[in-house]
Structure formats: C-alpha cells, structure tokens
C-alpha cells in the first residue's frame, strides 16, 4: 500500500512539473508623455491543458493563481532589495510604482514598473552652510538640514549608495502643494525655476542586471511553491 502511495505522488510530481512558466521582459512605450517607458515582467503558463486534464478544475486553478501571485511578489520584493542596494531611496516609495498584478482568467500576472522621475528631495538632501571664521578670515562649509527657507550655499544628495553628490544652483522650496523639493534657476534671472529631479523606478527597475536576477527568483519561487 505504501508503495503504490509513492507511486501516485510520483506521478502526480510528474504532471505538475510539466507546467512551465514563461518569464517575459517587455518595455512598453509612451509617446508624446512626460512619463518614462514601463519595464513589465510577465509571467506565463505552457503546458496548462496537459495537466489540468488530470486534476479538478477548481483546485487545479486555485493552485496556480496562488503560485503565479507568490511568484510575482517574490520577484518584486527581488527588485525593490536589489535596487535599495544600489539607489538610496526608502522602500515605500519604491512600492507605489512597483507593482504586481494577477490575471485569474489568463493564468498569468505580471510586474510592472511606472512613474516619473524621481524629486531630488527623496535623496537625503542637505544644505551646504557657509561660515566665515572671524578671526582668520577662513571659510568653513559643513551639511545640515535641508528645510525650506534656510540659507545654505547649495544642496547635495545622496542618490547611489555612498556617493554625495552636490546640486548647483540648487535651493530647497517649500511647495503649494505640502512637500518641499529642490529647485534651480532656469537662467541668470531669479525666475523660471524648475524643480529638479532623477532617475525613476522604471530606469531603476529595467536594468538587466536586475531583470535577470528577478527572473531567476520568479523561476525559483515558482518551483518552490507549485
């Protein structure tokens, strides 16, 4: 009894090792938009109908959607930890424009990258302050809090992981809108100015240095939990 107990859950191993995911990298791109071209990793099922002809339909499908879903979120937890190594940006930040998505009907999901340009301000910004010693004359520079309204002789930040960079011109405004931001003169007049800002997530996320690590966790996730 115990022997043909094995043999089943061979067999039934066998079938279920038959269903193969596809992990596809796509760009898609936006014309005539501020918004930057969307990396997309989409994750697809093949030799569905083989195996699903052997199994109960409704348990059948459950199993896979929750196995896409877990690899999909184990893919973009591999994203958001390879690309906190490199940029210094908060998690959560990063988690508003990484996103997954899971397709029940088309037994697929995906994750997606989207957003503008990252604010400069998201970069651990700091104030260059200025002082001159009174007696020697000597002009000493140290960083502080970069808040709206406090003079500074420029603004540096931090936006790969150990390298502070500053930007000239650069000064912190306080906006209509609640947060504040670095701004830079858009000439020698004191107006336009225009807000500064870096790299997005999507430019973050479309490296192929990470692409390729986040398929292989996909592919390992999928393994482990169909």
Do not use: C
Request: net charge positive; no cysteine.
């Amino acid at each position: 009894q115990s022997t043909g107990l094995r043999l089943l859950r061979s067999k039934l191993s066998l079938r279920w090792r038959r269903l193969l995911i596809e992990v596809l990298y796509l760009i898609s791109k936006q014309p005539n938009t501020e918004a930057q071209s969307t990396p997309m990793i989409k994750i697809k099922l093949k030799g569905v109908k083989e195996v699903q002809e052997k199994l109960n339909p409704e348990r059948f499908k459950k199993a896979i959607v929750r196995s896409l879903d877990r690899a999909a979120k184990s893919g973009r937890q591999e994203a958001l930890n390879l690309i906190r190594e490199r940029y210094n940006i908060k998690e959560s930040d990063l988690r508003k424009e990484i996103k997954t998505d899971i397709s029940p009907s088309k037994l697929q999901a995906t994750i997606t990258a989207k957003g503008r340009h990252i604010s400069l301000f998201k970069f651990s910004p700091k104030i260059i302050i200025e002082t001159i010693h009174r007696k020697s004359g000597a002009l000493y520079s140290r960083l502080g809090r970069a808040k709206a309204g406090r003079k500074a002789a420029g603004v540096t930040v931090q936006i790969v992981r150990g390298a502070r960079k500053r930007v000239r011109g650069g000064f912190v405004v306080q906006m209509r809108s609640g947060p504040e931001a670095i701004f830079k003169r858009a000439g020698k007049t004191r107006l336009p100015i225009k807000k500064m800002a870096s790299i997005g997530s999507p430019e973050m996320f479309g490296s192929m240095r990470i692409i390729n690590k986040v398929i292989d966790k996909v592919k390992e996730s999928w393994q482990k939990n169909i």
